[in-house]
């Protein structure tokens, strides 16, 4: 097919913004991951911009030093992965049980998911909650309170409806199969791609979180990874206040030099995991994202 002069430009058009998109993404991370292995000096001068200059990983190393660090991995680790599992518990049976037409009181239910994304009971309804359910200060508190997003729910159920032939529901039926069943030994097996889109969904989601912790956590040992990181930058800058009281111009300028390196460090530590992690489920994402686009 011959491409005539105004699709030419289209495209190149296209390919210019695209290129500009990749560019105003790919910088800031690029100068994060510089910014934290560069001297402080250069990079607060300004005369880093993209590539590290006089590499060093001293802020790596104050990191990584504190034992809270080690402790925050564990417990961030932890509340993921029962967390997306509590998620996904909830969120696949809901959603394709409100695919099901034949569902007894469908419009009621829907009802009154989407009126909670309008109204919330807010933070002191919801701490009186979970203290009266027991679990201040223990690992439920970081799980039970999110354990379903209804915005995830219509995105999977849009998913059973859109993909899932009912034909295929309805001869699993003939041939004696439960609702359960179907579900688990049909359903969920053709039900990779949003699997893995609403894991990243709520694995992020967790592996971000620190308001739970912060209002529902006292004890050190339960607190997540992000909670420590603010600790450490909430400490760098405090010894940085406090030697600004003094006299010894050549210590502070030191403390706030250690106090630049470790908030670059400290983006890098937490979102690594992430970044390492996303590629394998990337092929999946994209396939969930286009749920509903097209339909036959």
Same mark, same amino acid.
């Given at each position: 097919?011959?491409?005539?002069k105004?699709?030419?430009?289209?495209? +190149?058009c296209?390919k210019l913004l *695209?290129?500009?998109f990749?560019i $105003?993404? #790919?910088?800031?991370?690029?100068? =994060?991951? !510089?910014a934290?292995?560069?001297?402080?000096?250069y990079?607060?001068?300004?005369k880093?911009?993209?590539?590290?200059?006089d590499?060093?990983?001293?802020?790596f190393?104050?990191?990584f030093q504190?034992?809270?660090i080690?402790?925050?991995y564990?417990?961030?680790?932890?509340y993921?992965l029962l967390g997306?599992f509590?998620?996904?518990?909830?969120?696949l049976?809901?959603a394709?049980a409100?695919?099901r037409q034949?569902?007894v009181g469908?419009?009621?239910?829907?009802?009154?998911?989407?009126?909670?994304?309008?109204?919330?009971?807010?933070l +002191?309804p919801?701490?009186?909650? *979970?203290?009266?359910?027991?679990? $201040?200060? #223990?690992?439920?508190?970081?799980? =039970?309170? !999110?354990?379903?997003s209804?915005?995830?729910?219509?995105?999977?159920?849009?998913?059973?409806?859109?993909t899932i032939?009912?034909?295929?529901?309805?001869?699993?039926?003939?041939?004696?199969?439960?609702v359960?069943?179907?579900?688990f030994?049909?359903?969920?097996p053709?039900?990779?791609?949003?699997?893995?889109?609403m894991?990243l969904?709520?694995?992020?989601?967790h592996?971000?979180?620190?308001?739970?912790?912060?209002?529902f956590?006292?004890?050190?040992?339960?607190?997540p990874?992000?909670?420590f990181?603010r600790?450490?930058l909430?400490?760098?800058?405090?010894?940085t206040e406090?030697m600004m009281?003094?006299?010894?111009i050549q210590a502070?300028g030191?403390?706030?030099?250690?106090?630049?390196?470790?908030?670059?460090?400290?983006?890098i530590?937490?979102a690594?995991?992430?970044?390492?992690?996303?590629p394998?489920?990337q092929?999946?994402?994209?396939?969930?994202v286009?749920?509903?686009?097209?339909?036959?």
């Amino acid at each position: 097919m011959n491409e005539t002069k105004s699709d030419k430009i289209f495209d +190149i058009c296209n390919k210019l913004l *695209v290129w500009f998109f990749i560019i $105003i993404i #790919t910088y800031p991370l690029i100068y =994060i991951i !510089s910014a934290s292995i560069s001297d402080p000096s250069y990079v607060n001068s300004g005369k880093m911009w993209l590539l590290p200059k006089d590499i060093t990983f001293e802020g790596f190393k104050r990191v990584f030093q504190s034992k809270d660090i080690w402790i925050g991995y564990r417990n961030t680790i932890f509340y993921t992965l029962l967390g997306t599992f509590i998620n996904l518990a909830v969120t696949l049976p809901c959603a394709y049980a409100l695919a099901r037409q034949e569902l007894v009181g469908k419009g009621f239910i829907m009802g009154l998911l989407i009126f909670t994304m309008f109204f919330d009971g807010g933070l +002191i309804p919801t701490y009186l909650l *979970v203290r009266d359910l027991g679990m $201040i200060n #223990t690992i439920w508190a970081m799980v =039970i309170p !999110s354990a379903a997003s209804v915005w995830n729910i219509i995105v999977t159920m849009t998913f059973f409806k859109v993909t899932i032939p009912r034909g295929l529901e309805e001869a699993a039926e003939v041939d004696g199969a439960s609702v359960f069943r179907t579900f688990f030994q049909i359903v969920l097996p053709l039900s990779a791609p949003i699997i893995a889109v609403m894991s990243l969904f709520y694995g992020v989601g967790h592996w971000n979180s620190y308001f739970n912790g912060l209002i529902f956590l006292s004890d050190r040992e339960l607190f997540p990874l992000q909670l420590f990181l603010r600790d450490i930058l909430i400490q760098q800058q405090m010894t940085t206040e406090l030697m600004m009281q003094g006299t010894d111009i050549q210590a502070i300028g030191e403390q706030a030099r250690i106090a630049s390196i470790v908030k670059y460090a400290v983006m890098i530590v937490s979102a690594a995991p992430l970044l390492i992690i996303y590629p394998f489920l990337q092929r999946f994402f994209l396939k969930g994202v286009m749920i509903g686009s097209i339909k036959e």
